[in-house]
Antibody
Framework: EVQLVESGGGLVQPGGSLRLSCAPSGFTFSSYWMSWVRQAPGKGLEWVATIKQDGSERFYVDSVKGRFTISRDNAKSSLYLQMNSLRAEDTAVYYC?????????????WGQGTLVTVSS | EIVLTQSPATLSLSPGERATLSCRASQSVSRYLVWYQQKPGQAPRLLIYDVSNRATGIPARFSGSGSGTDFTLTISSLEPEDFAVYYCQQRSNWPPITFGQGTRLEIK
């Protein structure tokens, strides 16, 4: 059974940093593109970042470029999102998501999400 | 950036009725159009990928159609568990990967 478990969310002040982690299981992690998607309270889904299987390609939504870094450790089967210079508008539930083996593959599994609240 | 516009924003129907949800793209997304269902407090769930392919375990009452810029998710006969928010997503020309704003399907 495919499972994705996020951790690392919490309350942080504006300008602060957080590192989200995702622990996948039930599939060969190194074979899949992986993404982070967020959802602000009461709002829709917003794609944040995606990373290729070997980490050689990474893509970001414009609003987080230069502030967020997606990374992965295939040896540890872990996905990360380092978030710096956090803003109030980054407040959201952050989902770890499994994409497919191709760049156009859909996201087929999602974690339950971890809440990040940016507030003073 | 490809913008996806979903309509209607809210759809009020009764169980047993047919639901038709629309997703229009600002430019062609080829076949890379996906539909997700999200219930309150839950993560999204993949329903349809590549316009018309049902994901594993998705009932046959869910179907997707369309091409180019206009796409439709149809639920042939609504069950009580189908009332949720539905999002379309494109992964044709990215980054960015974009979502529609969602259609809320509510019980009439």
């Amino acid at each position: 059974e495919v499972q994705l478990v996020e951790s690392g969310g919490g309350l942080v002040q504006p300008g602060g940093s957080l590192r989200l982690s995702c622990a996948p299981s039930g599939f060969t992690f190194s074979s899949y593109w992986m993404s982070w998607v967020r959802q602000a309270p009461g709002k829709g889904l917003e794609w944040v970042a995606t990373i290729k299987q070997d980490g050689s390609e990474r893509f970001y939504v414009d609003s987080v470029k230069g502030r967020f870094t997606i990374s992965r450790d295939n040896a540890k089967s872990s996905l990360y999102l380092q978030m710096n210079s956090l803003r109030a508008e980054d407040t959201a539930v952050y989902y770890c998501a499994r994409d497919g083996s191709r760049s156009n593959s859909p996201t087929d599994y999602w974690g339950q999400g971890t809440l990040v609240t940016v507030s003073s | 950036e490809i913008v996806l516009t979903q309509s209607p924003a809210t759809l009020s129907l009764s169980p047993g009725e047919r639901a038709t949800l629309s997703c229009r793209a600002s430019q062609s997304v080829s076949r890379y159009l996906v539909w997700y269902q999200q219930k309150p407090g839950q993560a999204p769930r993949l329903l349809i990928y590549d316009v018309s392919n049902r994901a594993t375990g998705i009932p046959a009452r869910f179907s997707g159609s369309g091409s180019g810029t206009d796409f439709t998710l149809t639920i042939s006969s609504l069950e009580p568990e189908d009332f949720a928010v539905y999002y379309c997503q494109q992964r044709s020309n990215w980054p960015p990967i974009t979502f529609g704003q969602g259609t809320r399907l509510e019980i009439k």
